[in-house]
């Protein structure tokens, strides 16, 4: 527990480091924190939960043991209050990039430079990475980074742009009304004249549109024109105007995220279609000190499924107890009868009275 | 149970009549037989990526679009008049030689 502790600012020195904070790296964190071992976590989300708050927030679930119905965001929240009393730390919009021996175990390094020191690693990345959906649009390649982008990361790079943003859904829309005062002109290219978003945020957009502040196109983008990364023009395609282009310089695309593996990929380890492969007894990989836990993994029998996820991270945390604290003799103990783990817990009969 | 057919025309143009059983996603049979889409989550109308276009004589005979289709649509990629999510298309012996077109998948 000693070892916890910030350096620079962002430099960090932990236990144990894990990689995803879906519903299973969530997990981890308890059954590790039971053990007194202290965990950072890394995530591209904003947020944690994994699938279960960014593809099903609002959908049931029904399997998870003794919670007869929850939905994917209420599992999180309480995972996330079960989790509470071991303080993890989060690394929230960060891509984990790369995996390096250190002497003293592993080094994890994010593509903000965040860099956090453990001793063992816990790849919980699930179905791989959320990143932005990329269009099928021919040619849209030669325009990534230069003019095409699926996140905004200065406003200011749009000051003065003739601008082109699509999508139908939130963050489409609040790029629309943050952006729009910087943009020389903005568009907004939608398949439908129906928006899901917060309905304030229609209702300003719709208002821009009325005073002849911005333009909204019912199209299909068709393709991109222009010139050595530099766009000149996007193509659309409707019911009503047939096939037209409209003048642009720089195109923002809101088609919601994906799951990719990514720089996993690059770690080392002997994946199995994508997947890492560990035993069933520690769920570590073939490298120890580094475990795999969650749909991430792979196993004979494998079901990717949360309750699965769960009962992986108690046996991973039973090894990485060993790895922390090579000294100690490793106990068994129930938390409804260990004052000591309820000490943990804060919920220690002397404390709660 | 009876076999029926379910004709697939791929993104480089091949046709393919592949065995599907009733009660089956769509979606489920061009994943088990290999066809290029994600469905990342597995059918539950949540990520767009089981995109296909219905040939235009059996759009209408499929079942109409929900509300939820219609949205999750929205992330999907070059959407057309006859674009529906294969998830949302249960197999019947009504659909026994349904023709789909699989669609431009994000990357
Ligand atoms: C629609 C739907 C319904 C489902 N219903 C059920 C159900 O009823 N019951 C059930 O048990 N399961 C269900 N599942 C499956 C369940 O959601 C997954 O098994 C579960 O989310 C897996 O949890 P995880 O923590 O392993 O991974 P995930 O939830 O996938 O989380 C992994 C996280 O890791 C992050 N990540 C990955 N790589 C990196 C990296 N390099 N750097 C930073 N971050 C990274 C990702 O961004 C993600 O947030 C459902 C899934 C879907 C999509
Ligand atoms: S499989 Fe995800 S929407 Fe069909």
């Given at each position: 527990m000693d070892n916890q502790g910030i350096m620079a600012e962002n430099q960090h020195k932990t236990d144990v480091v894990i990689i995803g904070a879906g519903p299973v790296g969530l997990f981890a964190v308890f059954e590790l924190g039971l053990l007194d071992i202290k965990a950072h976590l890394v995530d591209i989300l904003d947020r944690p939960g994994g699938q279960c708050a960014e593809l099903y927030p609002e959908k049931p679930i029904y399997d998870i043991p003794a919670l007869p119905v929850v939905t994917g965001q209420e599992l999180t929240d309480r995972l996330m209050e079960q989790i509470k009393p071991f303080n993890p730390v989060f690394h929230f919009g960060q891509m984990a990039e790369s995996l390096e021996k250190t002497a003293e175990g592993w080094r994890v390094t994010t593509d903000l430079g965040t860099v956090i020191d453990a001793k063992v690693v816990v790849i919980a990345a699930g179905g791989g990475s959320f990143v932005p959906k990329k269009p099928a649009i021919p040619g849209i390649d030669a325009y990534e980074g230069s003019a095409v982008f699926y996140a905004v990361r200065k406003m200011e790079q749009f000051r003065g742009k003739h601008l082109v943003i699509a999508g139908g859904g939130d963050s489409a829309l609040d790029w629309t009304l943050n952006l729009q005062p910087l943009a020389a002109s903005l568009t907004l290219v939608h398949r439908r004249d129906d928006f899901r978003a917060a309905p304030d945020s229609i209702n300003k957009m719709r208002a821009l549109v009325a005073d002849g502040k911005m333009k909204l196109e019912i199209a299909a983008i068709t393709g991109l024109s222009g010139a050595d990364g530099a766009l000149h023009a996007v193509a659309l395609q409707s019911k009503e105007k047939g096939d037209y282009t409209i003048p642009a310089d720089?195109?923002?695309?809101?088609?919601?995220?994906?799951?990719?593996?990514?720089?996993?990929?690059?770690?080392?380890?002997?994946?199995?279609?994508?997947?890492?492969?560990?035993?069933?007894?520690?769920?570590e990989t073939a490298t120890s000190g580094i475990f795999a836990i969650g749909d991430i993994n792979h196993y004979p029998g494998k079901l990717k499924l949360i309750l699965s996820g769960f009962h992986e991270a108690a046996l991973m945390a039973q090894q990485a107890f060993r790895y922390v604290y090579?000294?100690?003799?490793?106990?068994?103990?129930?938390?409804t009868s260990s004052s000591d783990l309820q000490t943990k817990l804060g919920v220690a009969q002397n404390e709660a009275a | 149970m009876k076999t029926l057919t379910l004709n697939v025309t791929n993104l480089d143009g091949t046709d393919h009549a592949v065995?599907?059983?009733?009660?089956?996603?769509?979606?489920?049979?061009?994943?088990?037989?290999?066809?290029?889409?994600?469905?990342?989550?597995?059918?539950?109308?949540?990520?767009?990526?089981?995109?296909?276009?219905?040939?235009?004589?059996?759009?209408?005979?499929?079942?109409?679009?929900?509300?939820?289709?219609?949205?999750?649509l929205d992330s999907a990629m070059d959407v057309r008049e006859n674009s529906r999510l294969s998830c949302q298309i249960v197999m019947t012996e009504a659909l026994d030689g349904l023709h789909v077109i699989i669609a431009p998948n994000p990357e």
């Open positions: 720089c195109m923002l695309a809101f088609y919601g995220l994906t799951m990719k593996l990514g720089p996993i990929a690059n770690f080392g380890l002997n994946l199995h279609e994508n997947l890492v492969p560990v035993d069933t007894e520690k769920f090579p000294e100690r003799k490793l106990r068994f103990q129930y938390t | 065995e599907a059983l009733a009660g089956w996603q769509v979606m489920e049979i061009l994943r088990d037989h290999g066809f290029p889409i994600k469905a990342e989550c597995g059918g539950a109308c949540c990520c767009a990526t089981c995109h296909v276009y219905v040939a235009p004589d059996w759009v209408d005979r499929v079942n109409p679009m929900g509300e939820d289709e219609e949205v999750m």
